[in-house]
T-cell receptor, first 114, second 113 residues
């Protein structure tokens, strides 16, 4: 158990819909990272927040957005969903803001878009 | 832009044999290099990382990797495979200035009894 929690575990929704994925980091960690893992595109870094502020952006689509709240939990919002958005979405947390610090991954949310 | 190439999407070894998983990277600045392991239905776990300093890096579970700048490689090795090593392994690259991270396509390791 990494100490990172993600909800829900599974999500099934239809094209065009909007969903919110939630992540609670390990106690004491200030950084939250979001990743997408799909068969087509492999593992991709989406976005990082550090202590409430956006720190780095990867291959995140404009239809996707994220935020980190004062209690440090984070939400990833996916809108206008397409079939290709079906994937496993991971959250990871670390104590610092750069890649020197080890990231601890949550179990993931499996999103299925039908 | 940074990139990672993992040679071999599937590697199969016998228990007790050497494990060698290959990773080549491309980066215009000094890289940070990582190896992660993913067991079925789980998130990623860091095996080891290279940032600066000693080029031979030791990680968890008996794995090690050597950063070779001249070959732009960061291959992962373990002298003796164990059944519990069966998993998917990902190589990744980042750097000090750019907090993006690029992953390889992954290598699935199978360990035969």
């Amino acid at each position: 158990d990494s100490g990172v929690t993600q909800t829900p575990k599974h999500l099934i929704t239809a094209t065009g819909q909007r969903v919110t994925l939630r992540c609670s980091p390990r106690s004491g960690d200030l950084s939250v990272y979001w990743y997408q893992q799909s068969l087509d595109q492999g593992l991709q870094f989406l976005i990082q927040y550090y202590n409430g502020e956006e720190r780095a952006k990867g291959n995140i689509l404009e239809r996707f957005s994220a935020q980190q709240f004062p209690d440090l939990h984070s939400e990833l919002n996916l809108s206008s969903l397409e079939l290709g958005d079906s994937a496993l979405y991971f959250c990871a947390s670390s104590v610092g803001q750069d890649r020197l610090y080890e990231q601890y991954f949550g179990p993931g949310t499996r999103l299925t878009v039908t | 832009a940074q990139s990672v190439t993992q040679l071999g999407s599937h590697v199969s070894v016998s228990e007790g044999a050497l494990v060698l998983l290959r990773c080549n990277y491309s980066s215009s600045v000094p890289p940070y290099l990582f190896w992660y392991v993913q067991y079925p239905n789980q998130g990623l776990q860091l095996l080891l990382k290279y940032t600066t300093g000693a080029t031979l890096v030791k990680g968890i579970n008996g794995f090690e990797a050597e950063f070779k700048k001249s070959e732009t490689s960061f291959h992962l090795t373990k002298p003796s495979a164990h059944m519990s090593d069966a998993a998917e392994y990902f190589c990744a690259v980042s750097d000090l200035w750019n907090n993006d991270m690029r992953f390889g396509a992954g290598t699935r390791l199978t360990v035969k009894p």
